[in-house]
T-cell receptor, first 115, second 112 residues
């Protein structure tokens, strides 16, 4: 069975602090895909990144960076120098390589960045 | 602009009534999905469709129905058989292959 665990329910930081959101996944597949989405208060999910299981390179995009480690089945997300606009719920998700490519979501981490 | 639209944003219904949620996309995507989100939880898949006139049940399809008569449209009907319909419903679409899904703004359904 596939599963995504986001153990941090809620994180509160002060603006400009760095923060890491954890994501641990379970799958028996050798090929799979991992995603991060942001859900601001408006409710719409915003795509942030997709990572293929065969590509373990870390990625940096501005203040965002992602650390993918197959050895620990983790796909963690770090925000550097957090800003109030980063306040949102962040979801990690897993997809199989099958005909549906449906997403299996973690329960999300609510990030509150205080000024 | 390309994107996904869902209407209405808020919907109120009395218990025992069926209600249909709209989802339209102009991204020319073949695949479309319906998810349900409950407070403090992740999203769960209700139904998905990979091509016109074809759709599959997701993990929590009981009490819901869908149709896919046009590529652009994937409406979801919440029937009176759904025991706990109050939730936030999100529609998504995806191009062919292992790509990311793009989401609409969602419909918040309240049934009393």
């Amino acid at each position: 069975a596939q599963k995504v665990t986001q153990a941090q329910t809620e994180i509160s930081v002060v603006e400009k602090e760095d923060v890491t959101l954890d994501c641990v996944y379970e799958t028996r597949d050798t090929t799979y895909y991992l995603f991060w989405y942001k859900q601001p208060p408006s409710g719409e999910l915003v795509f942030l990144i997709r990572r293929n299981s065969f590509d373990e390179q870390n990625e940096i995009s501005g203040r965002y960076s992602w650390n993918f480690q197959k050895s620990t089945s983790s796909f963690n997300f770090t925000i550097t120098a957090s800003q109030v606009v980063d306040s949102a719920v962040y979801f990690c998700a897993l997809s199989r390589r099958d005909s549906s490519y449906k997403l299996i979501f973690g329960s999300g981490t609510r990030l509150l960045v205080r000024p | 602009d390309g994107g996904i639209t869902q209407s209405p944003k808020y919907l109120f219904r009395k218990e025992g009534q069926n209600v249909t949620l709209s989802c339209e996309q102009n991204l020319n995507h073949d695949a479309m999905y319906w998810y349900r989100q409950d407070p403090g939880q992740g999203l769960r898949l209700i139904y998905y469709s990979q091509i016109v006139n074809d759709f599959q049940k997701g993990d929590i399809a009981e009490g819901y129905s869908v149709s896919r008569e046009k590529k652009e449209s994937f409406p979801l009907t919440v029937t009176s058989a759904q025991k706990n319909p109050t939730a936030f419903y999100l529609c998504a679409s995806k191009g062919t292959g292992p790509y990311e899904q793009y989401f609409g703004p969602g419909t918040r359904l309240t049934v009393t």
